[in-house]
């Protein structure tokens, strides 16, 4: 089956550091990828959505020079989380769509702890 | 604007009852519909789909247009069906393959 891997699994930092997140299709190629936000045991909410070689969409309300994605080929797309604070410690949950964009295939998640 | 209400948050069952979760959406264009679950402490992966009309771990969901909704019915609930569940509409147009989850509804089954 299609497999989606996050990297890394947790990260702590500091507040006003920048981290990245890393979100990639093990065994097919992502013609799209979205970018999710999720509080403990609520709903996910979607930040963004990207294409491969092109700009990614943001969700109403969602800060694009916050949360910068990337997404440079078919298998990775990179979330960036910059000037972190503690408001931005979260669940980050990528997931990625192959040709048949009916059927979204999850990441693990990311835990992020902004100190 | 789309929208999904799963208007329980918790629901607890004992093993073997049957169990519904329900889940009501709007959408003004042709809806394609979804079930997701999340085991603990495991990712969220794709339960059922409307479009398939299939039953997975006995689950099934029927697409009720005219009620907007699209309810998951088990008629025997197992210890493991404890998990998160989502139901989730996906959009078309420009935005397609976007899903626009409900809030989720934690399924506890007791034995």
């Known amino acids: 089956g299609a497999v989606v891997s996050q990297h890394p699994s947790w990260v702590i930092c500091k507040s006003g550091t920048s981290v990245k997140i890393e979100c990639r299709s093990l065994?097919?190629?992502?013609?799209?990828m979205f970018w999710y936000r999720q509080f403990p045991k609520q709903s996910l909410m979607l930040m963004a959505t990207?294409?491969?070689?092109?700009?990614?969409?943001?969700e109403q309300g969602v800060e694009k020079d916050k949360f910068l994605i990337n997404h440079a080929s078919l298998t990775l797309s990179t979330l960036t989380v910059t000037s972190a604070h503690p408001e931005d410690s979260s669940f980050y949950i990528c997931?990625?769509?192959?040709?048949?964009?009916?059927?979204?295939?999850f990441g693990p998640g990311t835990r992020l702890l902004v100190l | 604007a789309q929208r999904v209400t799963q208007p329980e948050k918790l629901l607890s069952v004992f093993k073997g009852a049957p169990v519904e979760l329900k889940c009501n959406y709007s959408?003004?264009?042709?809806?394609?519909l979804f079930w997701y679950v999340q085991y603990s402490r495991q990712r969220l992966q794709l339960l059922l789909r409307?479009?398939s009309r299939e039953s997975i771990k006995g689950f099934t969901a029927d697409l009720n247009k005219g009620e907007t909704s699209f309810h998951l019915k088990k008629p025997f609930a197992q210890e493991e069906d404890s998990a998160m569940y989502y139901c989730?509409?996906?959009?078309?147009?420009?935005?397609?393959?976007?899903?626009?989850f409900g809030q989720g509804t934690i399924l506890t089954v007791h034995p």
């Open positions: 409307h479009i």
């Open positions: 997931s990625a769509t192959g040709t048949r964009q009916e059927t979204q295939y």
């Open positions: 989730a509409l996906m959009t078309g147009g420009t935005s397609y393959g976007k899903l626009t």
């Open positions: 065994d097919f190629q992502a013609t799209t």
């Open positions: 959408y003004s264009g042709s809806p394609e």
């Open positions: 990207s294409n491969e070689g092109s700009k990614a969409t943001y």
